[in-house]
């Protein structure tokens, strides 16, 4: 028989004949389970904030994406589109076209960047989902898709032919522009919004998308030249061999090679470390509620000097009462915890099921239930209660039976 463990069993359920012992192990308890049901709240809550955030941004991303290593273009030549082609983890890839530009309409002006893209950029993002109003251009119509921002900010409907806007981007070459011949610097053209695309307030004023002819067009841009390609992989691919065989496609010309995560490299370091930061903010909060683990068992161990003399004087050695009150800590940190994470499960759930929180009268509260999460906090309350359990224990000395 193991009578560490089931004499900790029995100080732990059973109530002590000291009130004030009673009080201080059940505000112990009662913040085990507090601390660890708002430590699994907070990081559901956490994981919904970042798959909310990065939906919106994902909108545009395609699974890889190759960029020049340095300036703004590469060169996509017809042999590079063959080699593509023959790529059997590739499904889809897109030529894409971007430069910032000057938009201008009625008196009114915004800076926003130009996306050229061609047919396939449909079937390497999910950019069709995204249209608030209107349509997708029509390929050689001289249409382009704005953002809501960039519509109400220059006051532009859809497929209004009765004044059209303009963009503006400087011309190619060196020196400076003269403010005597600025209609000279600057490449021209017009369009007509057919559709207004709605993501949120940051991208809604970012993006006009064209077709890819009319980007070249206007940025002077021979039929090889791009900005970027956009590929879609079939699911569950190596991507390092896919890398592996853009890097031999590309291997004439400094290129890299991204992939979702690192498109938004700046957003997920950002959501990463507010996550860390409140991790560590909440378990700090344990560390202080395992405090009163420390002192009820301390208060346990003065209270039950005599039934620890009698123990000692039965055979039991120090290392074996240690391992009663040891094991007394530990039970009410797992147990504790365990309740803490279930509870923290059903609110999580009920959130996810109910909504019964709101950021706005239409938003719900994003959560995200994780087994991850789940872990984290159970893991980071056995180890923290064991640590607590074993300063505790060690307490019970020999000059305590004396």
């Known amino acids: 028989m193991n009578f560490p463990l089931y004499i900790a069993k029995r100080y732990l359920f059973s109530k002590s004949s000291n009130n004030a012992i009673n009080i201080i192990t059940s505000i ?30 994902n909108v545009f991303d395609s699974d890889l994406k190759i960029e020049p290593e340095s300036g703004k273009t590469i060169q996509f030549s017809a042999a590079a589109q063959r080699l593509l082609d023959q790529e059997q983890d590739i499904i889809a890839y ?16 915004h800076i926003a960047y130009i996306k050229g893209v061609d047919e396939n950029y449909g079937n390497v993002t999910v950019i069709d989902s995204i249209l608030f109003l209107g349509r997708w251009f029509v390929e050689g119509q001289q249409e382009a898709v704005i953002g809501y921002n960039i519509a109400h900010k220059l006051s532009l409907g859809t497929m209004d032919f ?86 031999k496609i590309f291997s004439d010309q400094p290129i890299v090679i991204k992939n979702r995560i690192q498109q938004n490299d700046a957003l997920y370091k950002m959501l990463n470390t507010e996550n860390v930061a409140v991790y560590l903010i909440f378990t700090l909060v344990l560390i202080i509620a395992l405090f009163n683990v420390i002192g009820s068992i301390i208060m346990m161990i003065l209270d039950k000097r005599k039934n620890i003399k009698t123990l000692y004087n039965l055979g039991a050695t120090i290392k074996e009462i240690r391992k009663v009150f040891f094991l007394q800590g530990a039970l009410m940190t797992v147990l504790g915890g365990a309740l803490g994470i279930t509870l923290g499960v059903l609110v999580v759930w009920g959130q996810l099921q109910f909504k019964f929180i709101y950021i706005t009268a239409s938003l719900p509260y994003p959560v995200e239930l994780k087994l991850i999460n789940v872990v984290i906090v159970f893991v980071t309350l056995t180890v923290l209660g064991l640590l607590a359990s074993k300063i505790a224990a060690s307490r019970v000395r020999t000059q305590l039976l004396e």
């Open 28 to 57: 112990a308890a009662i913040g085990i389970v507090v601390g660890a049901m708002a430590l699994f709240i907070v990081l559901s809550g956490f994981s919904g904030l970042k798959d909310f955030s990065l939906q919106f941004t």
């Open 94 to 109: 897109s030529k894409v076209i971007e430069e910032r530009i000057f938009l201008q309409f009625e008196g009114k002006n």
């Open 162 to 247: 009765t004044s059209l806007p303009e963009i503006l981007v400087p011309k190619p070459g060196t020196g400076q522009i003269l403010v005597t011949d600025l209609a000279s610097a600057f490449n021209k053209q017009d369009f007509i919004a057919s559709g207004i695309y709605d993501v949120n307030e940051d991208v809604n004023g970012k993006y006009v998308f064209t077709d890819l002819p009319y980007a070249r067009d206007l940025l002077q841009l021979d039929s090889t030249t791009v900005s970027s390609v956009a590929l879609k992989l079939k699911p569950d691919v190596d991507e390092g061999n896919v890398r592996e065989a853009l890097t």
